[in-house]
């Protein structure tokens, strides 16, 4: 079957060359039942060859606008919509989602949800057999896509239902670029990706065709905004908040976004440090080893070298402070011996894991995808039975990495009052409750349907319920930051110190490698079917040999803390 694309207006080729690929015009939506608009009104235009980073906070609208790009909103998504969308100078309203396939390439927040395929190989192949590629093209695309995202040839024959979490992005990646679009548009790509492929994709969007334009939503920003030409932010009202070329934003409207919990590059808060001492750059930079790059291109003086010392100081104490050790005599609460670990139905990926957690322990497990991390997680907390050695400890509680995975109830409120249901006195559920939900900024929401929500307020829903319920000694945090904003990053690791305190042990299962070296003082290394190392995380993560034996990268932070040991 042959599908009609739709075509440009009927303007001349120069009128058309300059056109905008895309264009929002004062386009405003609503969701039904919602008391207000979940996006706009917004004017935003973007020309051929741009690289854009939407950023926002969570429940800011910025999924709701990716999916009215192609008009899945509001033609699958009920929405009332006002104003409109243009693609390549042509009206959205007047055609089909299903129209633009072959010029937009569109990722989707859970990957889960998109793939349909029973193996890896259907999946990227599926767009390119309905556009009736020959079949040797596809096969070329194929391979060349899996090559792009990292992923090596043996998972084709995979089934998809056998990947871990960030697999199953990296091939949901691969089947988006398989068809080479015009306009690549994707919603938090590296929410589940591992450093070594998160960089993968910075490379992807750094090599993007030159007349390529790209929309990109993350959370996730280091490694992103070095690549990227323009950023656009928008507020908890969905109207636009800034826009223009990165360096520009994060210097100008860094405080604005921090205040409304929005991300900003690390390299932003280093920058701040230095321009309280009068030593910033005349431009922003963008990563913090360019920062101290500019810095020792100064040819810094005494003093200068002084105020220079005090301001990494300043910067390395507020973004990775060292977090409390567990005493070495307390409690065990969960003890792994000779274990051999292996998804439900799937084969044993981690052997010979020896490991004690006890009571105030935050143990970080970082690998890079498909190492093993979320196995080790459920098998700690007995969800899964081990293929060899054996467990020790009480059950523990688990957030999955998905987090609808946890959802049963109608409400918001009613998820809460579920997870709160073994409490003694009943009659303190309902303040129980409304605390939860203010502690989580849930209030707003609690008469919603979880599945209505956006990708961060579900991860928060699912944190909180988790916290609601405080029986289990051992608690379980898998990708705890995946979809998070800055705001909502901050009550994860309110909730983490709260375990520590109650005397609880903790296991994060994360990619994000400066959110570990905050909060874990221990972690363990996973590759080649193995734990690779266990110990301090601080050694470790600066252990480069280590590091690229797993497939990590170092905290952000790390060049920061070798500055400031150069020139102790």
Known sequence: MTVALPQPDATPALAREHSPVLAFEGFEARYPFATAAAVGPVDLAMRAG????????????????????????????????????????????GCRPSDWAGRVGQFFQDADQTLCGMRVEDEIAFALENLAWPEPQIHAAVKKALAAVGLPETVRRRRTATLSGGEK????????????????????????LSPSSSRRFRDLLSNWPLEGTALIVDHRLDGLVDVVDRVI????????????????????????LDARGIWTPLAAALDHELDAVDLAAQTMPLTVEEALDELDARGLDGKESGRARAALTAFVDRHAPPPARAASDAPLVVRLEAAACAPF??????????????AGEVVGLLGANGAGKSTLGFALAGLLRLKAGRRVGAMGSVSFQNPEAQFSAGSIAAEIEAALASADDAASLPGQAARILRDWDLERLASRHPFELSQGEKRRLALACLAA??????????????????????MVEEAVAGYVRAGRAVAIVTHDMDF?????????ILGQGRVLADGPTVTLMRDRP?????KLEPPRIVPALDWLERHA
């Open 546 to 550: 280590l590091m690229e034996l797993a």
């Open 469 to 490: 319920d405080e029986r289990a000694r051992l608690v379980v945090l898998d990708e705890p930051l995946a979809g998070l904003d800055r705001r909502g990053a901050a």
């Open 169 to 192: 992005q990296l091939v949901a990646l691969a089947a988006t670029i398989a068809v080479e679009p015009q306009l690549l548009v994707a919603d938090e790509p590296t929410a589940s």
């Open 516 to 524: 570990a070296l905050r909060m874990c003082p221990r972690c363990l």
């Open 345 to 358: 139905l799937g084969p044993v990926v981690l052997s010979e894991v020896d490991l004690d957690m006890r």
């Open 50 to 93: 741009e690289r854009v980073l939407l950023l926002g906070p969570s429940g800011s609208g910025k999924s709701t606008l990716l999916l009215a790009l192609t008009g899945l909103v509001p033609q699958a998504v009920p929405a009332q919509t006002q104003g409109g969308v243009r693609l390549f100078g042509v009206s959205v309203a």
């Open 233 to 256: 932010v928008l507020g908890d009202d969905g109207l636009v908040l800034a826009d223009g070329p990165p360096r520009v934003v994060f210097r100008r409207q860094r405080a604005a």
